[in-house]
């Protein structure tokens, strides 16, 4: 199928910068997971601190990068009209990736400010706030001049203005410290748990009803329902952040009741999608894309859901709190919440961007890609529950000091590197398939 307008083209920049940081953020993430078994590999070159901090930040850069150029993909079919300005679209894309590579590049030097998740120097994080308001003023000039307005695009707008909103506190480094962190969960918990979610409730409408051809009214309800869901559950959520902090002890009963119901929405987003599938009204070609679209739901009820709710009420994060069981939680809810999404999102529209007549990928290969990527991070999940729970026992329950529980934990950071690797095969295998792109079979778009 040919894209319908001439300026979806201007997503493709932003789905090539994802990918790239995509594979620097694995190959970063191979290095500390090696580091866990040798910790003097690489030093003092990449010390572990820094080797994690930019494998976080290259987490939030590429994904947001992905959101970026699935939403310059889809608003022009969901407003029925061009991108407002493509120039300023360009633009905007040149600051992220220039102030993006920067801020990473001066971690290696010593050039953060320090402050876990938003180490980004002032000047950089000015530089992200005029790069989303671009982005943002595009996107309202762009559903001003087209045709019609969609829930899809109404709730992708608003997940980007609650993204530029909380980003702001990011900026509130108050010399408390329970104030402080009381604020930055502003950032992290409502970017993630919150409306960050938003975003990928529109993009998994828009791909459903591309890829089943259903009602759009009935896509639309189970949105609007997801929204609602996470609204109600994510902002009052942010309490499960709080306990153990300084704050109040009513944050106990509120962040237990609301963050336990954070898994509703997720699991809204699973039957949504299976019922989708369900009713669809044609089988799409693109069965890679199909799979990346479900396999997102599926994988982010198991890890922002399932995972999240298992050590979230306060009797049991009284002991897994700053464990690997959270990072276990950690790994697989954002590759499952949002990193599938993105290349959901990039398998479907890179094809229709390449070419001019029907769908050309290598649909073997993605497949492949999905598995091997989907069953390593589920293993990297279950190693690191394996040493958060001995970690809890012998730190949290008989007091051992924390570098000796380290060593009783060596065989899961083992098992972890091990299909880390196997991860990294996956990703390779899908980018081989996004860069160099050779298959000569055009499957046609119902």
């Known amino acids: ?60 850069v590429w994904l947001i990068f992905g959101f970026m150029g699935a939403a310059y993909y889809l608003l022009p079919e969901e407003v029925e009209g061009e991108i407002y300005s493509t120039k300023l679209a360009l633009v ?75 980003y702001l506190f990011a900026f509130y480094k108050p010399a408390n410290m329970t104030v402080d962190k009381y604020y930055w969960w502003f950032v992290v918990h409502l970017w993630v748990e919150g409306v960050w979610e938003l975003i990928m409730a529109a993009l998994l409408s828009f791909l459903l009803i591309k890829l089943t051809g259903i009602d759009r009214e009935v896509a639309e309800k189970w949105l609007y329902v997801i929204v609602g869901l996470t609204f109600l559950t994510g902002i009052i959520g942010t309490g499960h952040h709080y306990y153990w902090i300084g704050t109040p002890a009513f944050w106990h009963t509120w962040g237990m009741w609301f963050s336990a119901f954070e898994i509703l929405p997720f699991a809204a987003m699973v039957a949504f999608s299976f019922k989708m599938i369900s009713k669809r009204a044609r089988n799409h070609p693109n069965r890679a894309a199909v799979l990346w679209t479900i396999g997102a739901a599926v994988l982010s009820f198991l890890g922002a ?71 390593s991070m589920i293993f990297i999940a279950l190693s690191l529950t394996g040493a958060g729970i001995v ?41 081989y398939d996004f860069f160099f792109n050779g298959s000569s079979k055009s499957l046609k778009q119902g």
Do not use: C
């Open 92 to 166: 905007q894309f040149w600051m992220f990736l220039v102030g993006g590579a920067t801020a990473i590049v001066g971690y290696l030097f010593g050039w953060h400010d320090g402050r876990e998740f938003l180490e980004q120097p002032f000047l950089i994080k000015v530089a992200i706030v005029i790069v989303v308001l671009m982005f943002i003023f595009n996107m309202i000039m762009t559903m001003i001049k087209g045709r019609r307005r969609t829930s899809i695009s109404i709730v992708l707008l608003t997940g980007f203005l609650g993204l530029a909103v909380f």
């Open 391 to 431: 970690q809890v026992y012998l730190q949290r329950v008989l007091g051992m000091p924390y570098m000796e529980t380290q060593s009783y934990m060596t065989v899961f950071y083992a098992i972890r590197l091990f299909f880390g690797v196997t991860f990294a095969i996956g990703l390779a295998v899908y980018l």
């Open 305 to 375: 859901g399932v995972w999240g709710f298992m050590h979230t009420l306060p009797q049991i994060n009284f002991y897994t709190h700053g464990t690997q069981i959270t990072a276990s939680h950690g790994h697989l809810a954002f590759y499952g919440a949002y990193a599938v999404i993105v290349l959901a999102m990039t398998s479907y529209a890179v094809p229709n961007l390449r070419k001019t007549t029907g769908i050309i990928t290598h649909q073997k290969q993605e497949i492949f890609a999905f598995w091997t990527m989907a069953v």
């Open 1 to 60: 199928m040919k894209y319908q307008f001439e300026s979806q083209r201007v997503s493709y920049p932003y789905f090539v910068a994802a990918m790239a940081l995509f594979a620097a953020q694995i190959l970063f993430g191979l290095v500390i997971g090696a580091q866990y078994l040798w910790p003097d590999l690489l030093f003092p070159a990449i010390p572990f601190n820094i080797g994690r901090m930019i494998h976080i930040n290259l987490l939030v």
